[in-house]
């Protein structure tokens, strides 16, 4: 996803997004925006430090002057299985506004106390409606790795 003139950071790689009605059942679909998937960019860059990781959210082809959150969702212990969107604790909410053309750039950071311990985490992101919640589009799972400091 990065231009090919563009110089990689290192620990830094691209997640993909998906439509929330082809990973998901039930209500979930019902509100997708076609492309919207393949349009917009999830780029994860892991860090050291205090900060373990910067999210970088590139979104496109969605509804102009539009509210969004995007919702970043760790695994669940107990039970995280292998495909996105099956986690049950949300512990980052991110609400934005794209513009005129649908688009809009985020970035944030997860810091150590956003982790109870050091291992490695399982996280996605879920970008949802923010007027009704519905989801539009759940990321691939990624990792992050969180050292004890």
């Not at 809009?104 to 956003?114: G, I, P, T």
């Not at 109870?116 to 992050?144: A, E, M, Q, W, Y």
Request: some cysteine; proline content about 7%.
């Amino acid at each position: 996803m990065f231009e090919a003139s563009e110089r990689v950071p290192p620990n830094t790689f691209n997640v993909k997004w998906n439509l929330s009605g082809a990973v998901k059942s039930g209500a979930y679909g019902k509100i997708d925006i076609p492309n919207s998937d393949s349009e917009s960019k999830l780029i994860v860059e892991q860090l050291e430090g205090e900060i373990k990781a910067k999210i970088i959210c590139d979104m496109r082809g969605l509804k102009p002057i539009s509210g969004y959150k995007l919702d970043v969702i760790k695994e669940n212990v107990l039970h995280s299985p292998d495909f996105p969107g099956r986690f049950s604790d949300t512990f980052r909410h991110s609400p934005f506004t794209t513009d005129n053309e649908g688009c809009v750039k985020e970035e944030f950071f997860l810091r150590s106390n956003d982790f109870p311990n050091p291992r490695i985490h399982t996280l996605s992101v879920f970008l949802n409606d923010s007027v009704d919640g519905r989801t539009i589009l759940i990321s691939d799972n990624f990792p992050v790795r969180v050292r004890a400091t």
